[in-house]
């Protein structure tokens, strides 16, 4: 295993007056995902961060599979510490990327030195090392354009630092750069996907759950826990608002006409939400909607829908096939959740007729039936917080 984790930021190199926050953010958030695998040391330093064990106890190859889900980094390379002499950056060199080398044709040697005392300068250190490792593995050819191998040497204050590997970060930009969003996070495939898209786009995220208990069990709590649990690997802690939505959802039944069911639970989830996103402070609300994959998500329904608020609601996904999402919801690691049979309150009294071009006047007019004060102030009054770690 390696000895620390180099990590290259990504995207926000280029923000210009904003790195410092960016790079403070990201940090934060590496610190907050590591955690979990040990006590890490972690310092940035021209758009490179250094990750560190700080004990025996550390989990290296957690932590590698960890920062792999934080946003904002571009590559991973597991790195080995070489004393600073150049004897010992050849034996480190030859040892610890024997098994690349060996299975590699072509390679080349890239240097940086951070600490000019250091008695070589870049150059030098590429020739030598370069010679050094051709006499040590005969199957290999110097090809400076486009080697299979880049043995990078990069000669800091207190060691030098060797790799070769570089493996894809998670891209995007650091969660919490980008202002915070209020996530509907249902127990379905798409809006765990929408989270984490936007928390890729830099938002930190707050999640709101619709649960009408005893029509939904404890079990599909747990599984939108669980789904919250894991866009959390990606953005960060999550704190999920779960909102009893049961007497609105009666009342509906039996006030308004069945095949506007949906449409009217969905403006009012909509009212709700932008409440407790004024509370929580998120300026946007997120959700997994896709324009025509279900009668809800009709382009009409979506624009009767946003109409009962100012917020500005993103919809990741609106212009994705269900295909393409369900790809996102496997690589992302929801899709097994996602699938697991527990019903949502969305199936609860589900129209067979529903009005997939519902005319704005017709349904004010059902939803003027309802005591639509009192059942928002009750189902917000409710509101269960929970803090996913
Ligand atoms: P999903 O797979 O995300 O459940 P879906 O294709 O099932 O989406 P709908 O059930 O029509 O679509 O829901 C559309 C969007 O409304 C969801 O993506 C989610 O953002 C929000 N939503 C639906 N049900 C709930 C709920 N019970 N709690 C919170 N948000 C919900
Ligand atoms: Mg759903």
């Not at 030859?94 to 250091?118: G, H, I, P, S, Y």
């Amino acid at each position: 295993m390696a000895d620390l984790i180099m990590l290259k930021c990504g995207e926000l190199v280029l923000k210009g007056n904003n790195r410092k926050s960016f790079e403070d953010k990201l940090r934060n958030n590496l610190k907050w995902t590591l955690k979990k695998h040990g006590k890490f040391h972690i310092w940035i330093s021209q758009s490179t961060i250094y990750v560190t064990p700080e004990d025996d106890e550390a989990d290296m190859e957690g932590a590698l599979e960890a920062t792999k889900k934080v946003f904002g980094v571009a590559t991973i390379s597991p790195a080995f510490k070489a004393e600073k002499n150049f004897e010992s950056i050849c034996e480190v060199a030859k040892k610890k990327l024997k098994n690349v080398l060996e299975n590699a044709q072509t390679f080349k040697v890239e240097a940086k030195r951070a600490d000019k005392k250091f008695p070589m300068k870049s150059p030098e250190i590429c020739m030598e090392l370069g010679g050094v490792i051709l006499e040590a593995f005969p199957n290999l050819k110097v090809n400076v354009i486009k080697p299979q191998v880049t043995v990078t040497v990069d000669v800091r204050e207190e060691y030098a630092y060797i790799y070769c590997e570089k493996m894809q970060g998670a891209g995007g930009v650091p969660s919490g750069t980008s202002g915070k969003g209020l996530l509907l996070l249902s127990g379905g495939i798409d809006s765990p996907v929408a989270g984490w898209m936007m928390a890729r786009r830099g938002l930190k995220l707050e999640a709101i759950n619709f649960f009408s208990y005893p029509y939904t069990s404890d079990r599909a709590k747990e599984k939108v826990i669980e789904l919250a649990r894991i866009v959390s690997q990606y953005s960060g802690r999550i704190k999920l608002h779960v909102v009893p939505f049961t007497d609105i959802q009666l009342a509906i039944r039996d006030n308004c006409p069945e095949d506007q069911l949906t449409i009217i639970m969905r403006r009012i989830m909509t009212r709700i939400s932008e409440i407790i996103a004024k509370q929580c402070d998120a300026s946007v609300l997120i959700t997994g909607e896709s324009v025509g994959q279900v009668a809800s998500q009709t382009l009409q329904s979506m624009v009767v829908t946003s109409s009962v608020t100012d917020m500005l609601i993103l919809r990741p996904l609106a212009g994705m096939d269900k295909i393409e999402i369900m790809d996102y919801a496997r690589k992302i690691g929801t899709y097994e959740t996602s699938i697991l049979p527990y019903e949502d309150c969305c199936t609860l009294f589900v129209p067979k007729h529903p009005d997939t071009n519902p005319k704005m006047e017709r349904i004010e007019a059902s939803e003027a039936r309802l005591d639509m004060e009192k059942l928002i102030a009750e189902a917000v009054a409710g509101t269960q917080i929970i803090e996913i770690k």
